[in-house]
């Protein structure tokens, strides 16, 4: 069983459209993220949910939307996408002992 | 503001050979230092970690040194193998979900 999945794995779309990451876990943590990494592999953390509660948001468009249904799921919507939005975003989750388990990654063109 | 300076970007060594990547930071309340490995078209998958407490940990060919004066950590791989070709990110964790990492050293082994 996969712990962390995504998907879609690729989403090519055109600048202006609406698109939707979804992220689920199965490893019972009450934490989980998202992460943008870019094409100089630069892993950037985006949000932080715990408990389906926002910790973290860092500096990121408003454009961009995490929405938790429950604990096991995390998914980003992404507004208005601009070039520059292209990347692989990584949904990870994290228990206890601070380990973090990362997802495949969606690798997100936009054109 | 890079909260974790990681070195080289790129190494190349010869099987059998020692990798080392070393890390840096300035935060003295971070407390869990993750090393993750990350091959081409996967999410990163975490190797190894230690905590200040000890200044050595070691799993295998993997070797993580710990120098708390001087803020710095390292990952080191004995004997590399080609299949340890990858890119791999140090990590430091201070709590509040909150992951800051390197900015990467591509790794490849040459048979």
Redesign the interface.
Known sequence: DTAVSQTPKYLVTQMGNDKSIKCEQNLGHDTMYWYKQDSKKFLKIMFSYNNKELIINETVPNRFSPKSPDKAHLNLHINSLELGDSAVYFCASGGGNNEQYFGPGTRLTVT | QQQVKQSPQSLIVQKGGISIINCAYENTAFD?F?W?Q?FP??????LI?IRPDVSEKKEGRFTISFNKSAKQFSLHIMDSQPGDSA?Y?CAA?KG????Y?G??T?LTVIP
């Open positions: 869990y993750p993750y990350q078209g996967k999410g990163p998958a975490l970690a890119t990110f964790y509040g979900n909150q992951f990492f900015t990467g591509s």
